[in-house]
């Protein structure tokens, strides 16, 4: 897969693919759709004191480093697992300027997070745990994780990746997370709600990141 780093509204860049026309994040600002949808709707909406999050799609690691920054702010440890098909190169993590745009520290914990071991659980700070599954998410079976409280779900859009978003994988969802966990998605797709609700989420539109009128969050009662 041919990919291209592009530089976003907010300055923070992101990768592009463009045999599929898709971009990793919003053309609108990377850091400040990452920040915005699965930080401040997500993972600070989830009151668990020791929240596992699970990712759907690794790709840059954005969402990754945003999260071990926050626990540590925070002082919450995280357990973060995140499911990734195509894992990027070498040379396009060094393309990325997340850490250099945040700090000395994000950039440690940046080049951490992208060299610890595939499908291995590394500590990467005090407060955060990773464990990076090189796997794909309409194969993979939710017995082999621990239960979850807060899901981002960041794969390609519903239109150029259907079969991550059909209604089978939000049951399956659905079934690993513990009771008061939350699902966040930069997606506000009418279909894609209902499909959460079938599953036995309830749902709510939320006002979305610059550039996106809505986005959805749905919550396990
Ligand atoms: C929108 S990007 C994720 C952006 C990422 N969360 C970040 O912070 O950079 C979607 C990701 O889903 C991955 N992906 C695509 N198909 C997949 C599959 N079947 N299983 C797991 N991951 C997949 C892609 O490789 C890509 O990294």
Redesign the pocket.
Known sequence: MQRKIVTTEDGSKTLFIPGMNEQ??SVNGALTE?EYVYIDKGYRHNQSPKPVVL??????????LLTAIEAENEKRKTTYIS????PIEQTEIEGLNYGSLISKHAEELFAALHTCEWNLKTQISPYFDLLKLK????QFSFDTIPSVDVI?F???GPDK?PE?WNEEIFRKLFRSCNPGANLVTYSAKGEIRRRMERSGYTSELLPGPPGKRQMLRATRP
Do not use: P, R, V
């Open positions: 990793y994040h990452s990712e759907i799609g690794f790709g840059t690691g954005l969402n990754a499911l990734e098909k195509y796997t794909d998410l309409t981002y960041d794969a390609f990746q991550m």
